[in-house]
């Protein structure tokens, strides 16, 4: 029995409500609901959702912040499932209703009920809805939401065939409630324009389009507008009711004059339909409902979460915003924000985080200007982040390396803002703070090939206020600069960063300062290709740190007269250097310096001829360097395992480990550092390799590993997977049609639950076919499918 049947009442005979109420009859099934006046965008998955739902649940909430777009979902829904509720579909108005007492009455208007004198309204109501079979869509609960749910929970219990649908920035938290969140819409990466072909797959740039085409008839979007109004709708978030806004004003702005003025989008997105809802005229007024609904600890925080880049844990929220909420609790306080859908909470791999749309950051930032804390706040999320970074810093040859990776990795957001307030600051607390936040992020930046990024953040920072800067701070952040600039072969940057830290150690002569400088003179003397005098450098600066507790210089330094060894040609030297690094790197659960010791020690290993030796080595390091996904690793493995491929006698292989060596090297700014030391290893294998595959077989072999992701290319490094028969999009693929919809499903980003929804079908079916494609194409992630979808479009 299909849902609808299963819900399809019989219609009862016509009867009374109550001495001298009106005789009422059900009208036809969604005869009670507004008539759509636009035309509806996207929401297929969650419009599938609902209908699942509405057959099962008996109160089913959708909530999310103001302007999302929840009302036109709830009426859309409700109108699908319209056959499935015969006795009627009623729309309840809940926006304009401020007094708990006329909750009833309003209600009751809505339902075509009258007053009887005789009985009081809220018995006339409930005998209404048991004698039927029908859905309620109850819209805009939450600026009455406690009175609401006491409401709700009574008409639920006591109309066993109630259905009731509710919109809310907050769920109604009670007994049965399904809470279903309702997201933005799909955005393409504002950095790459949607086709022709792939633009219905995102609804936010479908709904500009509809909405401008609307003020502008005629309107055809070409490629390059196609671009703009990607990044219009990435910029505000998918939010609906602003992407409307924003296509109102095409009426006397191009696509590219709204772009440039959405800095500031309060100001810009004024003009809404005179048709529409008040709070929804401008999108300042719909955030200013929001901002209303909430109590005065859940407005002050709201303001100071403004502060936030990209998202937030709660320990980073609790210390810089927690202060002075007394006697509200911070945690309490946060999760009320996230009930009421002004925070997005995201969990990944067992890590909670939470976020806000940008359009809901900016209002909580000029209310935070407004009551005057934006220089504490923003002053407290620089020094909260100093603190971040020292203490990455300090643990990162340690057991610790692995999550100060992920949480590094995630905060990079904050950490950059707090860096940019750093250089706006003209204080010599924010100078100094600056320089150490820099200086500690150097393993970070180095491992995970943010040269460019670290490069920058630096020489802006040396050049903010030298005056002001103490001489261990500012000699501490030349050397990370140094680091990075001579890992990127820039060895002229590199020696005058050196030399400007020369002249500081003469006024702070240490032996930490003396070890740093004997590392970069060694480092720039190994890049530059003077051996002897590298290694006494580096020789120099392994006595000099501290080994029995060594830091990322100590370690780098050890791994650079190592290789030194190695480019000389002293295996012997340079296998009791790696030994060494080993030795430490495995005692304290260290995992970056550890696998790069094994790639040298394979480089070592195959300049001895020893092939076998060497492969299962690089391969070792690859699944040492595992989860942390250091592109500076991967790099350097891959390409040395080009090596071994050719001397193997697979010259095939050999190249696509080179192109995907290749590109990790161009695509994170220059990684694979070993390579301009050796660099007639490299040009060898080019050049053997192509005269072996010839110069066609050559380039498309390159190609394939150019077009690898990283964790595609280490698989292949690791004989995981195989490229000699890349499918292609079309009648060669034995796709079957379900299969090729699903695949479209997985581009999207569609869970299995989420693909059974939207095709009506069950997740282990939906499961089943995912896994077939996999099969099929010889996937092993989803990510697979949809980047071999997006490039064959």
């Given at each position: 029995?299909?849902?609808?049947?299963?819900?399809?009442?019989?219609?009862?005979?016509?009867?009374?409500v109550g001495?001298g109420s009106?005789?009422s009859t059900?009208?036809?099934s969604?005869?009670?609901l507004?008539p759509e006046?636009?035309s509806?965008?996207g929401?297929?998955?969650?419009l599938?959702?609902?209908?699942n739902?509405?057959?099962t649940?008996?109160?089913?909430t959708l909530?999310?912040?103001?302007g999302?777009g929840k009302?036109r979902l709830?009426?859309?829904?409700?109108?699908?499932a319209?056959?499935?509720?015969g006795?009627?579909?009623w729309?309840?108005?809940?926006?304009?209703?401020?007094d708990p007492?006329?909750l009833?009455?309003?209600a009751?208007?809505?339902?075509?009920?009258?007053?009887d004198?005789?009985?009081?309204?809220?018995?006339?109501?409930v005998?209404?809805?048991?004698?039927?079979k029908s859905?309620?869509?109850?819209?805009?609960c939450?600026?009455?939401?406690?009175?609401?749910?006491?409401?709700?929970a009574?008409?639920?219990?006591a109309?066993?065939?109630?259905?009731?649908l509710a919109?809310s920035?907050?769920?109604?938290?009670?007994?049965g409630?399904?809470?279903?969140?309702?997201?933005p819409?799909?955005?393409p990466d504002?950095?790459?324009?949607?086709?022709?072909?792939?633009?219905?797959?995102?609804?936010?740039?479908t709904?500009?389009?509809?909405?401008?085409?609307?003020v502008?008839?005629?309107l055809?979007l070409?490629?390059?507008?196609?671009?703009?109004?990607?990044?219009i709708?990435?910029?505000?978030?998918?939010?609906p009711l602003?992407?409307?806004?924003?296509?109102?004003?095409?009426?006397?702005l191009s696509?590219e004059?709204?772009?440039?003025r959405?800095?500031?989008?309060?100001?810009?997105?004024?003009?809404?339909?005179r048709?529409?809802?008040m709070?929804q005229?401008?999108?300042r007024?719909c955030i200013?409902?929001?901002?209303?609904?909430c109590?005065?600890?859940?407005?002050?925080?709201?303001?100071?979460?403004s502060?936030?880049?990209?998202?937030?844990e709660?320990d980073?929220?609790?210390?810089?915003?927690g202060?002075?909420?007394?006697?509200?609790?911070?945690?309490?306080?946060?999760?009320?924000?996230?009930d009421?859908?002004?925070?997005i909470?995201?969990?990944?791999?067992g890590?909670?985080?939470?976020r806000?749309?940008?359009t809901?950051?900016?209002?909580?930032?000029q209310?935070?200007?407004?009551?005057?804390?934006?220089?504490?706040?923003?002053?407290?999320?620089?020094?909260?982040y100093?603190?971040?970074?020292?203490?990455?810093?300090n643990e990162?040859?340690?057991?610790?390396?692995?999550y100060?990776?992920?949480?590094?990795d995630r905060?990079?957001?904050n950490?950059?803002?707090a860096?940019?307030?750093?250089l706006?600051?003209?204080?010599?607390?924010?100078?100094?703070t600056g320089?150490?936040t820099?200086?500690?992020?150097?393993?970070?930046?180095v491992?995970?090939?943010?040269y460019?990024e670290?490069?920058?953040?630096i020489?802006?920072?040396?050049?903010?206020?030298?005056?002001?800067?103490?001489?261990?701070?500012?000699?501490?952040?030349?050397h990370?600069g140094?680091v990075m600039a001579?890992?990127?072969s820039?060895?002229?940057?590199?020696?005058?960063l050196?030399?400007?830290?020369?002249?500081?150690?003469?006024q702070?002569r240490t032996?930490?300062?003396?070890?740093r400088i004997a590392?970069?003179?060694?480092?720039v003397?190994?890049?530059?290709?003077?051996l002897?005098l590298?290694?006494?450098?580096?020789?120099?600066?392994?006595?000099l740190?501290d080994?029995?507790?060594p830091?990322f210089?100590?370690?780098?330094?050890?791994?650079g007269?190592?290789?030194?060894?190695?480019?000389?040609g002293?295996?012997?030297?340079?296998?009791?250097?790696?030994?060494?690094?080993?030795?430490?790197?495995?005692a304290?659960?260290?995992?970056?310096?550890?696998?790069?010791?094994?790639?040298?020690?394979?480089?070592?290993?195959?300049?001895?001829d020893?092939?076998?030796?060497?492969?299962?080595l690089?391969?070792?390091?690859?699944r040492?360097n595992?989860?942390?996904?250091?592109?500076?690793?991967?790099?350097?493995?891959l390409?040395?395992?080009?090596w071994?491929?050719h001397a193997?006698g697979?010259?095939?292989?050999?190249?696509?480990?080179?192109?995907?060596a290749?590109?990790?090297d161009?695509?994170?700014?220059?990684?694979?550092?070993?390579?301009?030391?050796?660099?007639?290893?490299h040009?060898?294998c080019?050049r053997?390799?192509r005269?072996?595959?010839?110069a066609?077989?050559?380039?498309?072999?390159?190609?394939?590993g150019?077009?690898m992701?990283?964790d595609?290319?280490?698989?292949?490094?690791?004989?995981e997977?195989?490229?000699?028969?890349?499918p292609?999009?079309?009648?060669g693929?034995?796709?079957?049609k379900?299969e090729?919809q699903?695949?479209?499903?997985i581009?999207?980003?569609?869970?299995?639950?989420?693909?059974?929804?939207?095709?009506?079908?069950?997740?282990?079916?939906?499961?089943?076919?995912?896994?077939h494609?996999l099969?099929k194409?010889?996937?092993?992630s989803?990510?697979?499918?949809?980047?071999?979808i997006?490039?064959t479009?």
């Amino acid at each position: 029995m299909s849902a609808d049947e299963q819900f399809r009442p019989v219609r009862p005979p016509t009867r009374r409500v109550g001495v001298g109420s009106v005789t009422s009859t059900p009208a036809p099934s969604t005869g009670h609901l507004p008539p759509e006046l636009t035309s509806f965008v996207g929401r297929r998955t969650e419009l599938a959702e609902m209908k699942n739902l509405l057959s099962t649940a008996r109160l089913v909430t959708l909530t999310g912040i103001g302007g999302v777009g929840k009302t036109r979902l709830a009426l859309r829904a409700a109108s699908t499932a319209g056959r499935a509720f015969g006795d009627g579909v009623w729309l309840v108005e809940l926006a304009d209703v401020s007094d708990p007492a006329l909750l009833v009455e309003v209600a009751a208007a809505a339902l075509g009920l009258r007053d009887d004198p005789a009985r009081p309204l809220p018995e006339v109501v409930v005998e209404f809805l048991s004698a039927r079979k029908s859905l309620l869509v109850l819209d805009n609960c939450e600026q009455l939401v406690e009175a609401v749910a006491r409401l709700v929970a009574t008409w639920l219990s006591a109309c066993q065939d109630l259905r009731i649908l509710a919109t809310s920035r907050e769920p109604l938290d009670i007994a049965g409630e399904t809470v279903v969140p309702v997201p933005p819409l799909l955005v393409p990466d504002p950095d790459r324009a949607p086709s022709r072909r792939a633009q219905p797959r995102y609804d936010a740039v479908t709904l500009f389009a509809d909405r401008a085409s609307a003020v502008v008839p005629g309107l055809d979007l070409s490629e390059a507008t196609r671009a703009t109004v990607a990044r219009i709708c990435a910029r505000l978030d998918g939010l609906p009711l602003a992407i409307e806004l924003a296509a109102a004003r095409m009426r006397t702005l191009s696509p590219e004059q709204i772009l440039a003025r959405l800095d500031d989008r309060y100001g810009l997105l004024t003009r809404a339909s005179r048709s529409a809802p008040m709070r929804q005229q401008t999108l300042r007024w719909c955030i200013d409902w929001s901002y209303q609904l909430c109590d005065p600890a859940e407005q002050r925080l709201w303001a100071r979460l403004s502060v936030f880049a990209g998202g937030f844990e709660f320990d980073a929220a609790e210390q810089i915003c927690g202060a002075d909420l007394a006697p509200a609790d911070p945690l309490d306080v946060l999760s009320s924000l996230v009930d009421k859908s002004i925070l997005i909470r995201i969990e990944s791999d067992g890590v909670v985080r939470f976020r806000m749309l940008e359009t809901v950051r900016e209002y909580g930032r000029q209310k935070l200007q407004e009551i005057g804390e934006y220089a504490q706040m923003c002053r407290r999320h620089r020094d909260w982040y100093e603190q971040m970074a020292l203490a990455a810093d300090n643990e990162w040859v340690s057991d610790r390396q692995t999550y100060w990776t992920a949480r590094l990795d995630r905060e990079q957001p904050n950490l950059r803002s707090a860096l940019e307030y750093c250089l706006a600051e003209d204080t010599e607390q924010a100078v100094t703070t600056g320089l150490r936040t820099a200086a500690g992020l150097l393993g970070f930046w180095v491992f995970r090939g943010l040269y460019g990024e670290g490069r920058r953040f630096i020489d802006r920072l040396l050049r903010n206020h030298p005056a002001l800067q103490p001489i261990p701070d500012r000699f501490t952040a030349l050397h990370a600069g140094a680091v990075m600039a001579v890992m990127q072969s820039d060895v002229p940057a590199a020696t005058a960063l050196v030399e400007e830290a020369r002249v500081l150690v003469e006024q702070d002569r240490t032996p930490a300062t003396q070890g740093r400088i004997a590392h970069l003179d060694g480092a720039v003397a190994l890049y530059s290709g003077e051996l002897a005098l590298a290694t006494s450098h580096l020789e120099r600066a392994v006595e000099l740190l501290d080994s029995d507790r060594p830091g990322f210089v100590c370690l780098a330094a050890v791994a650079g007269l190592g290789f030194a060894y190695v480019v000389a040609g002293d295996t012997q030297r340079a296998t009791a250097r790696y030994q060494q690094m080993l030795s430490i790197t495995e005692a304290c659960g260290e995992t970056l310096f550890r696998s790069s010791a094994l790639c040298v020690l394979a480089i070592a290993a195959w300049q001895e001829d020893e092939r076998s030796r060497a492969n299962e080595l690089l391969q070792q390091a690859l699944r040492v360097n595992g989860n942390m996904g250091s592109p500076l690793v991967a790099a350097v493995a891959l390409e040395a395992l080009a090596w071994t491929a050719h001397a193997d006698g697979d010259a095939e292989r050999a190249a696509v480990l080179m192109g995907a060596a290749e590109e990790l090297d161009q695509s994170h700014g220059k990684v694979a550092s070993i390579v301009p030391i050796v660099p007639q290893h490299h040009d060898e294998c080019v050049r053997l390799t192509r005269s072996a595959l010839g110069a066609r077989r050559f380039d498309a072999a390159l190609a394939k590993g150019r077009a690898m992701a990283i964790d595609e290319a280490v698989a292949y490094g690791l004989g995981e997977q195989s490229t000699d028969t890349k499918p292609t999009w079309g009648p060669g693929v034995a796709l079957t049609k379900r299969e090729r919809q699903v695949a479209g499903l997985i581009t999207q980003g569609l869970t299995n639950k989420q693909i059974a929804a939207e095709l009506v079908i069950s997740q282990r079916t939906a499961a089943g076919h995912v896994e077939h494609i996999l099969t099929k194409l010889g996937f092993t992630s989803r990510a697979q499918v949809a980047a071999w979808i997006a490039k064959t479009e």
